[in-house]
């Protein structure tokens, strides 16, 4: 392997690098444009053939980030849920391509990248209005550095621009605590609740920690009221279109959330009043049937839900997904391990528990110093009585 450099500009060089097809044996030249001094041009050629020596050389292209983007999305689509893809799409064409999408792909640097995340922060609203949120411009490094992957698997790029950036420059994002309802408020959201079609969503998410797409996918065959516990199997996901489907439990995973003594009382309450309501319309209800539905039957779409708990729960200044943070923090209020607490909210693992609920970690921690105080006070005490 063999390379060498040419002046065509003051300032712009050529990069000439030399070698044998293995095939036919005959010399094949690739050329390389680089912008600088000398000694630059040098070091970028003795890098290009330590590359293509080592066998991670890239062929020199003028595809752009955005065609890329365009490409990524088609590949990823049969592989992510649809309002996966559909929030990746809009992350991907309406944040990152009008900043990053004219640069050509092989030649995007960690400063760009960097750059970007700035002028986003500042002017990154496509209306004008000012810059993007940290949690937004967060979402994009997220995307991004996942498309870069894929080019660089792809061998596109000799290497991920986004992974080369410091934490220190990718977006933070301060964690705001969510809004939660203590006993005696939800007490009085129940009593204001209990008539109404949304008493059963209230109670699947405070006593039980469910998702909003969980509660409105579950059917009763996965409900066992004689044994006290629930199966969370799926999710039901709406997109922006207003497309619904029913897809697996988040992260793949489904589990098993036991239901307390109140939540069964309510639930076989619901059923016998659900299943009157059917037989009204004619049909005969059964295991296959949501436990939360329409009047006439139908599903409950996710966003409706929401829809009408916020409105509902506005007195109390908490949201439906507050109601399922409220239970995490009645949990660990209570003392409850947070391996336990993991398992009934179905995060993937309990660093993203602690993380979540950090907030409430600090009372905990006073606790448990007060009891090896006090477990350790008894036995010194014990022991100078002996010795005594």
Known sequence: ??????????????????????????????????????????????????EMNGGDYVEPSKL???????RWLKHIKPNVSPRTHERYEQIALKNI?????????????????????????????????GGLSPRTV?????????????????????????????????????RKPVRTIDAPATAAAFDAARERRLFIPLILATL?????????????RCVDLDKGQLAVVASTEQT????????????GRARTVALPSMAVEELRRWRVLQAEEMLRLGVRADDDLHVVTQVEGSPLQPRSLTHS????????????????????????????????????????????????????????QGEAAAT???????AINKRTDDVG
């Open 309 to 364: 708990v916020s409105e509902f729960l506005k007195v109390w200044g908490v949201t439906l997904h507050g109601l399922r943070h409220s239970h995490a923090s009645h949990m660990l209020a209570s003392n409850i391990h947070p391996k336990i607490v993991q398992e009934r909210l179905g995060h993937s693992s309990i660093a993203i528990t602690m993380d979540i609920y950090s907030h409430l970690m600090p009372n905990m």
């Open 138 to 174: 967060h979402h994009m490094h997220r995307v991004l550095f996942s498309a870069l992957g894929q080019a660089e698997r792809w061998r596109l790029i000799a290497r991920n621009p986004a992974a080369l950036l410091e934490k220190r420059d990718r977006p933070k994002i301060e």
């Open 208 to 220: 039980c920690g469910l998702r909003r797409g969980e509660i409105t996918a579950l059917r009763w």
């Open 64 to 70: 752009t980030l955005a065609q890329f983007l365009d």
């Open 372 to 378: 090896v105080d006090g477990v350790l006070r008894a």
């Open 97 to 129: 391509a009008p900043l990053l999408g004219a640069k050509v792909l092989s030649k995007l640097q960690p400063i760009d990248i960097s750059q970007a995340y700035s002028k986003a922060l500042e002017s990154g609203r496509r209306d004008g209005s």
């Open 1 to 50: 392997m063999k390379g060498s450099i040419k002046e065509r500009s003051p300032g712009h060089w050529a990069i000439i690098l030399d070698q044998r097809d293995p095939a036919t044996g005959k010399r094949r030249r690739k050329w390389h444009s680089f912008k600088g001094n000398k000694r630059g041009a040098q070091t970028e050629c003795a890098r290009l053939i330590s």
């Open 240 to 251: 922006d279109a207003g497309t619904i489907r029913e897809k697996e439990a988040k992260s």
